[in-house]
T-cell receptor, first 110, second 111 residues
Framework: KQEVTQIPAALSVPEGENLVLNCSFTDSAIYNLQWFRQDPGKGLTSLLL?????REQTSGRLNASLDKSSGRSTLYIAASQPGDSATYLCAVAYGQNFVFGPGTRLSVLP | EAGVTQSPTHLIKTRGQQATLRCSPISGHTSVYWYQQALGLGLQFLLW???????NRGNFPPRFSGRQFPNYSSELNVNALELEDSALYLC??????????FGPGTRLTVT
């Protein structure tokens, strides 16, 4: 069964800290992996997409890495800001089957 | 460029009724995906439409159905509503079936 888990479930950090969010998947035969953020009661905003052939992607203060052999992806957020507070979801694509993790709820305190 | 739009924003129905949710994809996107996000649960894949055809469906009963129109907009229909159908329903579109762009969602409340 294709499952995606995320650790930690929740995280609270002071502003300015660098942090790492983790995503694990059971089936390594992925097509791609995408990181999203979701604000309360809202839709998802795409942050980064990593193709199965890639090792990492960067956008501004965000860096996502992918290690298919170990079934893991990490999202690194540098110099966190209160505006980064949201739930972060990873989604693994197996062909046209998308499996989402439960998310990590991040609070960045001013 | 306009993003994915969904209507209505909120929908309140009673048990046994039918609900219809609508989604307009980004211009040029031919694929539409529907997801259910119940309170405290992760996103669950519902349906995928591409070029007017249903291509895949998640583990949901047949009372969840939909369609895609020639202009690639889509409708999700939920028949015989149950209390546990209360959730945020998200629509996403894609032009390459790789990257998905999400709409703001429709909050369905079943009383």
């Amino acid at each position: 069964k294709q499952e995606v888990t995320q650790i930690p479930a929740a995280l609270s950090v002071p502003e300015g800290e660098n942090l790492v969010l983790n995503c694990s998947f059971t089936d390594s035969a992925i097509y791609n992996l995408q990181w999203f953020r979701q604000d309360p009661g809202k839709g998802l905003t795409s942050l980064l997409l990593i193709q199965s052939s890639q090792r990492e992607q960067t956008s501004g203060r965000l860096n996502a890495s992918l290690d298919k052999s170990s079934g893991r992806s990490t999202l690194y957020i540098a110099a966190s800001q209160p505006g980064d507070s949201a739930t972060y979801l990873c989604a693994v694509a197996y062909g046209q089957n998308f499996v989402f993790g439960p998310g990590t709820r991040l609070s960045v305190l001013p | 460029e306009a993003g994915v739009t969904q209507s209505p924003t909120h929908l309140i129905k009673t048990r046994g009724q039918q609900a219809t949710l609508r989604c307009s994809p980004i211009s040029g996107h031919t694929s539409v995906y529907w997801y259910q996000q119940a309170l405290g649960l992760g996103l669950q894949f519902l349906l995928w439409y591409d070029e007017g055809e249903e291509r895949n469906r998640g583990n949901f009963p047949p009372r969840f159905s939909g369609r895609q129109f020639p202009n690639y907009s889509s409708e999700l229909n939920v028949n015989a509503l149950e209390l546990e159908d209360s959730a945020l329903y998200l629509c996403a579109s894609s032009f390459d079936r790789v990257e998905q762009y999400f709409g703001p969602g429709t909050r369905l409340t079943v009383t």
